[in-house]
């Protein structure tokens, strides 16, 4: 089975979903890492040369599709972005056999792990304040706002918070687990 990750940016889709495919042992595909290593460039390099976001995502997609289509992929973890279950991605993820599920937790928790990168990809230190997280936690709201509908296109949704990565992906392959019983019950 197909699982695809989605949820808000620094939500933990790559760690969890990493731990999840082990626990599972299958491959686990970060679709950011899949399109910087298709396009041979840093994520930040290929939206400056896209007009818009959504042209970004469009091309994106085109990895996704080509991901999809390789063997390897039909039973993995595929950690999707943000938008994932929108546009150009939800086009393919929808007529794609899999569970999809999303990923929840307090902003507060996401500040906590929020991670910075530059054009290159390559990590920033850098140390927030009182007033950088707090602001950051409202910005995390209203990505969550802005998400929660397309969200909702979701098989299930798991809430994390409090939870660490490997708690985490326990706790998404046991609501796998009860979605896959349910899901054979009510067929037979």
């Known amino acids: 089975m197909r699982i695809f990750l989605a949820g808000v940016t620094c939500i933990g889709k790559t760690t969890i979903g990493a731990h999840l ?10 679709l950011d890492h899949e399109v910087e290593r298709f396009f041979q460039r840093p994520i930040g390099r290929i939206q400056a040369e896209c007009l818009t976001m959504a042209s970004y995502r469009q091309k994106a997609a085109k990895v996704l599709k080509n991901l999809l289509a390789q063997e390897q992929s039909r039973e993995s973890v595929i950690a999707l972005p943000p938008s994932g279950l929108m546009g150009s991605y939800w086009k393919i993820v929808k007529t794609t056999r899999g569970g999809v599920v999303v990923l929840t937790d307090t902003p507060e928790n996401i500040v906590e792990r929020i991670a910075f990168y530059d054009k290159d990809s390559r990590p920033v230190e850098r140390v927030l304040t009182s007033r950088e997280k707090r602001l950051y936690a409202t910005e995390v709201r209203k990505d969550m706002s802005y998400f929660r509908r397309s969200y909702g296109n979701a ?17 998404v392959n046991d609501t796998l687990l009860h979605f896959d019983e349910a899901k054979t019950a009510g067929a037979g």
Not at 21 to 30: E, K, Q, T
């Open 21 to 30: 495919a082990a626990l599972r042992g299958i491959p686990f595909f970060d």
């Open 155 to 171: 098989h299930l949704t798991v809430d994390i918070a409090g939870l660490g990565p490997n708690q985490a992906a326990a706790k």
